[in-house]
């Protein structure tokens, strides 16, 4: 008997037997749960389209069930306002907001080629306070920080104003002008519905005074505008008018000097009344000058409004010419932003005044 077998004999265990090794699991892991789809990526062509109508989101197949789950709590999506979307979280900008409330009026917007619409016929523009910021205007507040978007629609328009879109009714809206291819109302207009909206004296005149100081828009314009909004009636918007117009003249009268002595134009006679040897009146105009029987009409509105100052004006240029006066316009605009072809006007009208057949006596008194 060998030794081993031996000691196996007397009790000793000997070399322990190999353990095999533990039988490893195969199984295959669980499959990834698959994309909800409501959180599937939405494929929105175009820049700043991250505020869509449900009408715009159901062209991209995003309605019902999928839309509600994305704007659940903690969803990536929110509601504007109703119907409008904003397609992430967080809180929205000025220009969001913007579309918002364009889109709730059911118009939808193309930031970059805005499609042309028929004269008088536009769905809806911006306009208040949110059309005077986008116009520039320094005392409009920033666009995220207005508590209210003026929007302006059609008056057969069934809408009503709900969070921050603010809707304004008109019987005709005006054709708009595209800034950063928003539809906003001309300056004049969105003065008179940002005028009608505040109750601060303090803030009409600002509004009022940096529509015109400001060069956006022309006096008889703003002036026309709040006539037709019946503004003109309350004291603040009346005495902000009055100001204006008496500034408004003034700064036109003082260019008209400017402009007579900068281009070397003969002296004439400013601000005088002109009337028959008779006594009868015939009116003021701004500069005469009696030997060449010329006369420069600044056009400014007046007081009584828009509506009387037109046909005025054109009477008495009118009577002024059949007398043989020659009557040269001008509106604060033409003197500000060109100068150059005031000044030839002027000079051509004097020269051509030396040709022309004696008009009728006129008496000149300072005014």
Same mark, same amino acid.
């Given at each position: 008997m060998s030794a081993w077998r031996r000691g196996r004999n007397r009790g000793y265990p000997g070399p /322990?037997? &190999?353990?095999s090794p533990p039988h490893e699991s195969r199984r295959p892991l669980p499959p990834a749960p698959a994309p909800s789809p409501a959180d599937a990526p939405l494929d929105v062509p175009?820049?700043?389209q #991250?505020? !869509? #109508? #449900?009408?715009? !989101?159901? /062209?991209?197949g995003v309605a019902g069930a999928r839309l509600a789950a994305r704007c659940r709590p903690g969803g990536p999506w929110q509601s504007l306002l109703p119907g409008v979307y904003l397609l992430r979280r967080g809180v929205p900008t000025g220009e969001e907001r913007l579309r918002g409330a364009l889109l709730y009026a059911g118009? +939808?917007?193309a930031p970059r080629h805005p499609a042309p619409e028929p004269r008088g016929r536009a769905a809806a523009v911006l306009t208040g306070l =949110?059309?005077?910021a986008l116009h520039g205007f320094a005392t409009a507040p920033p666009l995220r920080e207005l508590d209210r978007i003026d929007v302006l629609v059609p008056r057969i328009r069934r809408l009503r104003s709900t969070g921050? =879109?603010?809707?304004? &009714?008109?019987a005709a809206v005006p054709d708009p002008e595209y800034v950063t291819g928003l539809p906003v109302a001309p300056v004049a207009r969105a003065v008179a519905d940002a005028v009608a909206a505040t109750a601060d004296p303090g803030a009409v005149r600002l509004l009022v005074t940096e529509a015109v100081g400001g060069g956006h828009c022309e006096p008889a314009a703003l002036v026309a505008e709040l006539d037709r909004a019946r503004l003109? &009636?309350? +004291?603040?918007?009346?005495?902000?008018?009055? /100001? !204006?117009?008496a500034e408004g003249r003034s700064r036109a009268e003082e260019r008209l000097y400017s402009l007579v002595y900068a281009y070397a134009l003969?002296?004439?006679l400013w601000n005088v009344d002109l009337k028959l040897p008779g006594g009868t009146p015939l009116g003021r105009v701004d500069a005469y000058w009696t030997e060449q029987c010329t006369a420069v009409l600044l056009e400014v509105p007046a007081d009584g409004g828009p509506g009387n100052e037109a046909p005025a004006c054109a009477a008495r240029r009118d009577h002024l010419e059949r007398l043989g006066i020659t009557v040269i316009p001008m509106t604060p605009r033409e003197l500000r932003d060109d100068p150059d072809r005031q000044a030839t006007v002027i000079r051509t009208a004097l020269l051509a005044a030396l040709d022309r057949d004696p008009p009728a006596y006129v008496v000149v008194l300072p005014h």
């Open positions: /322990e037997p &190999r353990a175009g820049e700043h #991250s505020v !869509l #109508s #449900s009408a715009q !989101l159901r /062209e991209h118009r +939808p917007v =949110a059309a005077l921050f =879109a603010r809707i304004v &009714r008109a003109l &009636r309350c +004291p603040p918007v009346a005495r902000a008018v009055d /100001e !204006l117009l003969p002296d004439p």
